[in-house]
């Protein structure tokens, strides 16, 4: 069974940098039929896919075109997880965040979810 | 990016009642659909994928069809449990785009 497992502050400042991690059990971030994703999800914006990664061979990064300037998201294989880093943040970025895995085969779909982690962007 | 809209936003129905969501997609996308069903607090469950699979352990009342631009997904007998939102979600081209959601709701 997979899990996924988020740590990261639930309070941000505005214009500093939001930092969320995935720990992942029982599967392999490097995995060949899945890639690691970011979504939020608040009332104003509802459910937005921020950015995903995965391995084929190489390390692979989709992004938001919105959030392009100011997100990344770094696979870390010695700890089985992934992060998210989403720079200069405003009170618009106030949300629940996930992880989630995807699995790629068969037309796509997210199968697995973190818990969520509200983020709030307040001075 | 893809666009997705939903129809209804909100519904009222009773137990028992066949419940019909539709999503609509701004450009064909095959079948590259998923169907998520969210309850307040919990992150979202899939349903269905692939426009038309059920997912592994999802009771067989609820069911998808369509292909191109416009997707259903029915519940035959609606139960107590699955008064929640529902959400279509695009794999066609990243980003993979959710619709707005439909709210099923006790009448």
């Known amino acids: 069974q997979v899990q996924l497992q988020q740590s990261g502050p639930g309070l941000v400042r505005p214009s500093q940098t939001l930092s969320l991690t995935c720990a992942i059990s029982g599967d392999s971030v490097s995995s060949n039929s899945a890639a690691w994703h970011w979504i939020r999800q608040s009332p104003s914006r509802g459910l937005e896919c921020l950015g995903r990664t995965y391995y084929r061979s190489k390390w692979y990064y989709d992004y938001a075109v919105s959030l392009k300037s100011r997100i990344t998201i770094n696979p870390d294989t010695s700890k089985n997880q992934f992060s998210l880093q989403l720079n200069s943040v405003t009170p618009e970025d106030t949300a629940v965040y996930y992880c989630?895995?995807?699995?790629?085969?068969?037309?796509?779909?997210?199968?697995?979810w973190g818990q969520g982690t509200l983020v709030t962007v307040s001075s | 990016d893809i666009q997705l809209t939903q129809s209804p936003s909100f519904l009222s129905a009773s137990v028992g009642d066949r419940v019909t969501i539709t999503c609509r997609a701004s450009q064909g996308i095959s079948s590259y659909l998923a169907w998520y069903q969210q309850k307040p607090g919990k992150a979202p469950k899939v349903l269905i994928y692939a426009a038309s699979t059920l997912q592994s352990g999802v009771p067989s009342r609820f069911s998808g069809s369509g292909s191109g631009t416009e997707f259903t997904l029915t519940i035959s007998s609606l139960q107590p449990e699955d008064f929640a939102s529902y959400y279509c979600q695009q794999f066609n081209n990243y980003p993979f785009t959710f619709g707005p959601g439909t709210k099923v709701d006790i009448k």
């Open positions: 989630a895995r995807e699995l790629t085969s068969n037309y796509g779909r997210i199968d697995f």
